[in-house]
């Protein structure tokens, strides 16, 4: 589609569900449908990147997901292991930076973490976008997290309280992105389970029925069109000739 005269959000945001419920209606396996998410995430994010969005947040993992069984935990993984890399090299040669949000840490296997550090190093000089992928992610830990750093600098005399505001409390999340403008969760669930809450203060939310792997580029163009219908105020009026 033709995304000429239309609104273009900058920052977008996918919670990616429904790969279990695609597979299974398929009569696939639980992982096959963690695969065919992964192929669908790299046609559907080049072609967002197409569309002039200039930042991508997706959720691959929350700190949640480890609940998940020992089999489905070990395949993710495994998948980030092997798939973050190729992933990132399709993302370089379309000039984007690929930074990740979440805890670096354990329970995250060792392999994984150097693969994501790896790839943040590779990219830093990527100016043509960026793809924030959260993975041991929780918007409540961010939010911990960067009031731990913040109380750290206020206790060893290197920031003042009043230099905490709004504008600067972002430089402390995982990474100091712009608000996410809209944000889709696939599979119909409406819910925003714990993503990037501080990001999402003011973002137009979709929640369309179909599958992530199902996702395709007719779904984005959805997507945007809604987008376009609706009426973004952040807490203002936008008419001031309303009636009250
Ligand atoms: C939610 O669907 C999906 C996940 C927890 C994993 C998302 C991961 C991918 C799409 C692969 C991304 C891979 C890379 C390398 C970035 P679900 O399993 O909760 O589906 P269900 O609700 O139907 O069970």
Known sequence: MDYEGLKIPTHVGIIMDGNGRWAKERGMTRSQGHEAGFENLKKISKYIYSKGIKVLSI?????????????????????????????????????????????????????????????????????????????????????????????????????SLEDITEESFSHYLFQDLPPIDFLIRTSGEVRISN????????????FPSIYFPAFDEASFDDAILIYNKRDRRFGGIKDENTNH
């Open 59 to 159: 959720y691959a993992f929350s700190t949640e997901n480890f609940k998940r069984s020992k089999e489905e935990v070990d395949f993710l993984m495994k998948l980030f292991e092997h798939k973050f890399k190729e992933y990132s090299n399709q993302m370089k040669e379309d000039n984007i930076k690929v930074v990740f949000s979440g805890k670096k840490a354990h329970p995250l296997p060792d392999a994984v973490i150097a693969v994501m550090k790896e790839i943040e190093e590779d990219t830093k000089d990527k100016t043509g976008g960026i793809l924030n992928i959260c993975v041991n992610y929780g918007g409540h830990l961010e939010i911990v997290e960067a009031t731990k750093k913040i109380s750290a600098l206020v206790r060893d005399g290197k920031l």
């Open 195 to 206: 993503f990037m809450l501080y990001q999402l203060s003011y973002a137009e939310m979709y």
